[in-house]
C-alpha cells in the first residue's frame, strides 16, 4: 500500500511540475527596445515559471547562442542588452532572435528552450543630409521673380519611414534671405522671390535648412551661393552731364577742344560693357559738325562766319549701345564764341520736339532721355503740365527726364506731353513723345487648368465613313500683351489624330480610331504666343470615347471566333486523318497477317464475315496420295491444297451473298424494267467486275509463287505469259461445273500444260452466281 501512494505522488507531481513552462501557456517570449536603450539596461523579464537564484533556486536559465547581443543577468529572469541597437542596422542589429535554455534542477527532465524575440523600434536618432550640396547658380539680373531657379535640392534622412524621416525644407533668415524661397516646405524647388541688379549686388550667399518632423526635430544645414551675371538693361552715361567748347575766332576748320574733359560715355552694364557709337542729333547748326564715332571728338567741317553763329550754338550728342540701338544716352555741347555772353540770351531748349522709343520693362528711377536748353549747365526748374504723364515721368534741375512710375504696353502705347524749362527769367517749351515698345512679359494663360472631353457613341457612329471631322470641344487661352497672337498645338502620343484650330476647337477624324487602341486619350495643349521671346503654356486634355471599348471588344470577340472556327477545323481534319491512319494500318494488319502465315496461306478479306476457315492453305490431305487434287469445303468456303504435280483450289473472294443480290437483282429485272432498277443493277455489276479483277490478281500472285517454288510449272516465261492474257486471249476454259451443296463451283482443267494460261481466263468466265472457284492443275 505504501508503494502504491508513492507511485501515485511521484506520477502526479511529476505532472504537475511547471517548472521552465511559460506563464500563460505561452511558447516564446517577444520584446521591444528602442534602438536608444542603453548597454546594460534591462529589456524585460522572462516569464518562465520557477526559480533561477543560485542558492535556493530551481531552475536553470542559460542562452543557448554565444556572443548574444543580449545576456541574462545571473540569477534572475532578466534580460538585459549587451550591445548598442540600431533599427538603421548601421551601428548595431535592428531586430534580436536567441533561445533561452531552461534546465529543471534535481531532475532527469530534459532541457527546455524558449524562443525570444527583441524587436527594436526607431527612434529620430539621424537628422537629414544634404545631397550634392554646396550649391551654386548663375543668374541673369532680368530673371523675373517667381521663377524657379533650383529644382531638386534634397536631403534623406535614414530613419524608419514616417515623421522622423519626412524632410522640410526652409530658408533662414539673414542677408539677402528675402531674395529666394522654397515653392513648398516639403519640395526642394527654389523660387526667385525679389528682382536682382547686377549693378548694386553681383553674388550672394544664402543659408538653407533641412528638418525633420522628430520631436525634438533633427536638422542640417548648407548654403547656397547666387551669381548674377549682367544683363543690358542699362542705357549708357556720358561722364557730364553737358560739355562745352569754343569756336575758333577765325573761324577755320578744325577740331574743338572740350571742357571740363573730353566728351565720353560708358555702358553702364559693367559685365557687358557694350562698345559706343557716338552721332550728333540733327538740327539747323549739326551741319557745320562732325564727331568721331569712337572717340567722340567733335571738329569744324567748314568755314564759319560771325554771323553764322553769332550766339554760338547748342550740339546734342547721342551715345548708342552698337550690340543694342534701343540703349543711348544724350548730352548737350555748349559752343560759344571767344567774349560771348550766351548767358544773357533768352532760354531755348536745343530741339522743339524730342522722340524716343523706350521699353515697358525700363526699371523705374532709371533717366531716360536728356532735354538740353541753350544754358546748359544751369539749374533750371522743369515742370510737366499733363496731370497723367507728370506721374510717370519727371525731370531733373539739369534736364534729365526719369521714369516715376512702371511703364505698361497693355494700357498706354504712346506718352505725348510737354516739358517747360524756365530760369526765372525766360520760359522754354519742348514736346516729348514717348512711344512704349511692347515687351513680352506676359505667359499665354488657358481658361481652366484641365480640360475633359467625352465623345458620344452617337457622333463617332454617324461619321465613320465621313471625312468631316467630329468636334470634341474647345479650349480657351489668352495672353496679356496687347499685340501678341497665340498659336495653339496638341501634343501627345496620339496627338496626330486630332487637330486644334486657331480659336482652340478640337476635332477628331472618326475613320483615324482604327489605330486607336485606347478609350481614353491623354493630350497636351500648348498655347505660345507671338512676342519677342515667345512664351508657352501648357494644360492637360483628356478625351474618352464612349463605345470605343465595345468596338475593340466585339473586334476582339469576331476575331476569337473566326480564330476557334479554324482550330476546330484543324481538328477535325487531325481526327479524320488519325481514323484514316488507324483504320489504313488494321486493314494492313489485316492483309499482312492472312498472307504473312507462309507462301500458300491466304486470308480473304472480300467480306468482314470471314472466319478462320476462309483461308488458302497449304496441306496435305491424309489419305489423299494418289496426285489427284482435293477439294475440301467447310462453310461456303474452299480449300486450295496443292501439290507438285497436283491440283489447286481456290476460295473466291466474293462472299456468298453476291449470289443471292444477283439473284434477287435478275429477278427484279425480270418482272420489271424501272429505270432505277436498271441503274442500281448496272453498279452491281461494276461492283462485281471490280472484284473480279481482284480476285485475278490474287490469282496471279499465288500462281507465281507456286511456279517459283516449282510446284506448278517449270518455266516461269510461261507463267508470264499465261498470266496476262487475262482479255485479249480466247476464253476457252475445259471445265465441269458442279455445285456443291454448300454453294462451290469447281472447274477443272485436264490437261496440265494449259494450266497456267486457262487459269486467269477461267476467272474472267466467273458468272455472277459463283462464289467459289476450285481449279485442278
Request: net charge negative; aromatic share 6%.
Amino acid at each position: 500500500m505504501f508503494s502504491l501512494s508513492s507511485f501515485i505522488t511521484a506520477t502526479f507531481g511529476a505532472i504537475l511540475d511547471s517548472r521552465c513552462y511559460l506563464e500563460g501557456g505561452g511558447s516564446a517570449e517577444s520584446f521591444l527596445a528602442t534602438e536608444d536603450l542603453a548597454v546594460g539596461s534591462i529589456i524585460g523579464k522572462l516569464r518562465i515559471n520557477g526559480d533561477p537564484t543560485a542558492e535556493t533556486g530551481d531552475i536553470n536559465l542559460s542562452l543557448r547562442e554565444k556572443n548574444a547581443p543580449v545576456e541574462i543577468v545571473a540569477g534572475t529572469k532578466e534580460l538585459a542588452l549587451s550591445v548598442e541597437l540600431d533599427k538603421e542596422g548601421l551601428r548595431g542589429p535592428s531586430s534580436i532572435y536567441v533561445n533561452v535554455i531552461c534546465i529543471r534542477r534535481h531532475s532527469t527532465d530534459p532541457s527546455f528552450v524558449v524562443p525570444v524575440n527583441v524587436r527594436v523600434t526607431d527612434v529620430n536618432d539621424n537628422a537629414p543630409q544634404w545631397i550634392g550640396t554646396p550649391y551654386t547658380l548663375t543668374l541673369s539680373e532680368v530673371t523675373v521673380p517667381g521663377t524657379r531657379i533650383l529644382q531638386g535640392a534634397r536631403a534623406e534622412d535614414a530613419d524608419q519611414p514616417g515623421p522622423f524621416s519626412t524632410v522640410e525644407y526652409q530658408v533662414l533668415p539673414g542677408p539677402y534671405s528675402e531674395f529666394v524661397q522654397f515653392l513648398n516646405p516639403l519640395e526642394g524647388t527654389l523660387v526667385l522671390k525679389k528682382a536682382l541688379d547686377y549693378e548694386q549686388l553681383q553674388n550672394f550667399t544664402v543659408k538653407l535648412r533641412a528638418q525633420d518632423q522628430g520631436t525634438p526635430p533633427r536638422h542640417s544645414d548648407t548654403l547656397l551661393r547666387v551669381v548674377i551675371t549682367d544683363a543690358d538693361d542699362q542705357n549708357p552715361r556720358f561722364q557730364r552731364e553737358s560739355y562745352t567748347a569754343e569756336l575758333p575766332v577765325d573761324g577755320r576748320p578744325g577740331e574743338l577742344r572740350m571742357r571740363p574733359e573730353p566728351l565720353k560715355a560708358v555702358d553702364q552694364d559693367e559685365g557687358i560693357c557694350a562698345p559706343i557709337q557716338y552721332t550728333i542729333v540733327q538740327s539747323q547748326d549739326a551741319k557745320y559738325f562732325r564727331i568721331h564715332p569712337h572717340n567722340g571728338a567733335i571738329s569744324l567741317l567748314t568755314p564759319i562766319g560771325y554771323a553764322d553763329v553769332a550766339n554760338g550754338a547748342t550740339l546734342v550728342v547721342k551715345a548708342t549701345q552698337i550690340d543694342n540701338p534701343d540703349r543711348y544716352a544724350l548730352t548737350t555741347v555748349q559752343l560759344t564764341r571767344p567774349g560771348s555772353h550766351s548767358d544773357l540770351s533768352t532760354l531755348a531748349f536745343v530741339q522743339k520736339r524730342f522722340v524716343m522709343r523706350i521699353r515697358e520693362d525700363t526699371a523705374v528711377g532709371n533717366r531716360i532721355l536728356a532735354l538740353p536748353t541753350n544754358k546748359p549747365g544751369k539749374h533750371l526748374k522743369y515742370t510737366i503740365p499733363d496731370p497723367v504723364n507728370s506721374q510717370f515721368f519727371s525731370v531733373g534741375s539739369l534736364g534729365e527726364l526719369v521714369l516715376a512710375k512702371p511703364l505698361d504696353y497693355e494700357k498706354m502705347t504712346k506718352h505725348e506731353f510737354q516739358v517747360m524749362a524756365t530760369d526765372g527769367m525766360t520760359n522754354s517749351t519742348a514736346e516729348l513723345t514717348l512711344d512704349v515698345i511692347d515687351v513680352n512679359d506676359w505667359e499665354p494663360r488657358f481658361r481652366e487648368t484641365h480640360y475633359e472631353f467625352m465623345v458620344p457613341k452617337s457622333s463617332l457612329q454617324s461619321r465613320a465613313d465621313s471625312f468631316e471631322g467630329v468636334l470634341i470641344g474647345k479650349v480657351e487661352a489668352a495672353d496679356g500683351d496687347r499685340n501678341d497672337k497665340l498659336e495653339l498645338s496638341l501634343r501627345g502620343q496620339h496627338a496626330g489624330l486630332f487637330e486644334i484650330d486657331a480659336t482652340g476647337n478640337i476635332y477628331m477624324r472618326p475613320e483615324q480610331l482604327q489605330s486607336l487602341n485606347e478609350s481614353t486619350v491623354h493630350l497636351i495643349a500648348i498655347a505660345t504666343d507671338t512676342g519677342v521671346p515667345p512664351r508657352s503654356t501648357s494644360v492637360p486634355v483628356s478625351v474618352t470615347m464612349e463605345g470605343l471599348t465595345l468596338a475593340q471588344s466585339g473586334w476582339n470577340s469576331s476575331m476569337l471566333g473566326m480564330f476557334g472556327m479554324i482550330v476546330g477545323l484543324f481538328l477535325m481534319i487531325i481526327v479524320a486523318l488519325s481514323c484514316y491512319i488507324v483504320r489504313s494500318k488494321k486493314q494492313g494488319k489485316s492483309a499482312s497477317s492472312g498472307l504473312g502465315l507462309g507462301r500458300n496461306r491466304v486470308h480473304s478479306q472480300a467480306h468482314s464475315s470471314v472466319s478462320s476457315a476462309n483461308l488458302v492453305t497449304h496441306e496435305k490431305l491424309a489419305g489423299n496420295g494418289n496426285g489427284n487434287g482435293a477439294s475440301v469445303t467447310s462453310g461456303g468456303v474452299s480449300v486450295l491444297h496443292m501439290k507438285h504435280g497436283g491440283n489447286i483450289t481456290m476460295a473466291n473472294p466474293m462472299n456468298n451473298g453476291l449470289h443471292h443480290v444477283a439473284s434477287g437483282a435478275s429477278s427484279s429485272m425480270a418482272l420489271g424494267s424501272s429505270a432505277a432498277l436498271l441503274e442500281r443493277e448496272r453498279e452491281r455489276e461494276r461492283d462485281r467486275e471490280r472484284q473480279r479483277e481482284s480476285y485475278a490478281a490474287t490469282v496471279r500472285s499465288i500462281v507465281s509463287r507456286a511456279s517459283a517454288n516449282g510446284q506448278l510449272f517449270e518455266e516461269e516465261d510461261e507463267i508470264e505469259h499465261d498470266s496476262l492474257q487475262t482479255e485479249n486471249n480466247n476464253r476457252k476454259v475445259a471445265a465441269t461445273g458442279a455445285i456443291s451443296g454448300n454453294g462451290v463451283t469447281t472447274i477443272t482443267t485436264t490437261s496440265a500444260n494449259a494450266n497456267g494460261s486457262n487459269l486467269l481466263s477461267a476467272t474472267d468466265a466467273m458468272g455472277s452466281s459463283e462464289n467459289n472457284l476450285t481449279v485442278y492443275f
